[in-house]
């Protein structure tokens, strides 16, 4: 992926949304975070999505919400993923409900309670209104489109939310930024070789205990994590260039061949060269 695994949305409208439909390679997009509420509504295919270290399922036609601050990861199974992504600023929101940053909302399909589903359906027909009149062009589009995520916020809010005092303690807030701030490192190094003295280092920890907690909060050792993100950039210059397999693999810091061809079949299930023979085959993927 090019953008950075912290995302920021500069086209934020006066109303503090940013709404996209995105048509992407599809494959695995690694960890990442963002400030704002993320909606993630599928349009073809299934998908995978990891957050604070849990995988869930997300369907077809079905609406996903990322909380903001979330560490998370995706894996689309279809070679081009085709989604609604709208990206709403809490701040922004603050004008219609002040204490907005004491709910916590949780919307994803595999959680979903009997009480909860017809509301959540009532959401996901508001997200085929958006993708109808999306397609219709119309000449009021931006701003029906922003009344049906306004809409949908305040069902989510009212349905899908807990509302509680802030309980952040300082170690808390702590570990949040210590993740961030890997995730950074690793997006703006992985072409390099780190070591795990090289970012225990940047931390200020030692290494035995920034590989604990590492692991503790993210669910793989760090080793791992850098070796995907390798992965993930070296899927998408497969796609976009010509160049050699190999070559591609060492401009993104995989100088080991046998790793590099393990860790890509375990994230893809196909080989690096499989993927242009796809691409170029224009099949869809097993």
């Known amino acids: 992926m090019e953008q950075p695994y912290y995302e920021t949305f500069q086209e934020i409208s006066d109303l503090g949304i940013q709404l996209a439909y995105s048509t992407a390679p599809g494959g695995y997009h690694p960890l990442h975070w963002h400030e704002e509420i993320e909606l993630l509504y599928q349009l073809n295919g ?3 999505i990891q957050i604070e270290g849990k995988k869930y399922h997300i369907p077809n036609k079905h609406l996903t919400v990322v909380d903001s601050g979330l560490v998370h990861s995706t894996y689309t199974y279809t070679d081009t993923s085709m989604f609604i992504c709208a990206h709403i600023s809490r701040k922004y929101m603050e004008r219609y409900l002040p204490d907005i940053e004491l709910y916590q909302i949780h919307c994803i399909p595999d959680d979903l309670t009997d009480e909860q589903f017809p509301e959540y359906r009532k959401i996901c027909q508001m997200l085929e209104d958006l993708t109808r009149i999306y397609i219709e062009d119309a000449s ?10 306004m809409q949908v916020l305040a069902h989510l809010i009212r349905h899908f939310s807990t509302h509680a005092a802030a309980k952040v303690t300082a170690t808390d807030r702590l570990t949040v930024d210590r993740i961030r ?5 690793v997006e703006e190094h992985f072409a390099e070789q780190i070591s795990l003295q090289d ?9 035995e205990y920034f590989c604990r ?16 993100v390798r992965a993930s950039h070296i899927y998408q210059d497969l796609i976009r260039t010509d160049a050699p397999v190999y070559e591609i693999a060492e401009k993104n810091g995989f100088h080991n061949q046998k790793l590099f061809n393990r860790t890509f079949k ?4 196909c080989t690096p060269s499989s993927v242009r023979k796809t691409e170029k085959s224009g099949m869809p993927w097993p």
């Open 213 to 228: 907690f590492f692991k503790k909060n993210m669910g793989i050792s760090f080793l791992q994590y850098v070796n995907e």
């Open 181 to 185: 701030e890997i995730i950074t490192y």
């Open 46 to 48: 299934e998908a995978t």
């Open 199 to 207: 970012i225990a280092d940047h931390l200020g920890l030692g290494k």
């Open 266 to 269: 375990i994230l893809y299930g």
């Open 140 to 149: 009021a589009f931006l701003m029906e489109a922003e009344g049906i995520i």
